[in-house]
């Protein structure tokens, strides 16, 4: 069994930055690519950035040149390093991991979700 917990949301004002953290643990072979999604309310969840365990990445447009998200392979980690924000950013932010466990089996798993709300 795998789990995923983010931390590091928040109230930041327009301008300012967080930074949050997933990690994955329990029965893991591997952990392939792994993101960031957030909804906010009323609308549907949508990609913020993703990385592949090679390091490659992409982002969604409305957060290119403010967003930054790596990885650690070593702790099976992600992190997403957010400047600028701005007051639609204000979402859940959710953890996505593509894992392979100890048994080989592939699955698609969720953080239970940040809020990250940005306010003056």
């Known amino acids: 069994q795998v789990q995923l917990v983010e931390s590091g949301g928040g109230l930041v004002q327009p301008g300012g930055s967080l930074r949050l953290s997933c990690a994955a643990s329990?029965?893991?072979?591997?952990?392939?690519?792994m993101g960031w999604y957030r909804q906010a309310p009323g609308k549907q969840r949508e990609l913020v950035a993703k990385?592949?365990?090679?390091?490659?990445?992409n982002y969604a447009d409305s957060v290119k040149g403010r967003f930054t998200i790596s990885r650690d392979n070593a702790k099976n980690m992600v992190y997403l390093q957010m400047n600028s924000l701005k007051p639609e950013d204000t979402a859940v932010y959710y953890c996505?991991?593509?894992?392979?466990?100890?048994?080989?089996?592939?699955?698609?798993?969720w953080g239970q979700g940040t809020q990250v709300t940005v306010s003056s």
């Open positions: 990385i592949i365990s090679g390091g490659s990445t």
């Open positions: 996505n991991a593509l894992i392979v466990s100890t048994t080989r089996a592939t699955t698609d798993n």
């Open positions: 329990g029965s893991i072979f591997r952990v392939d690519a």
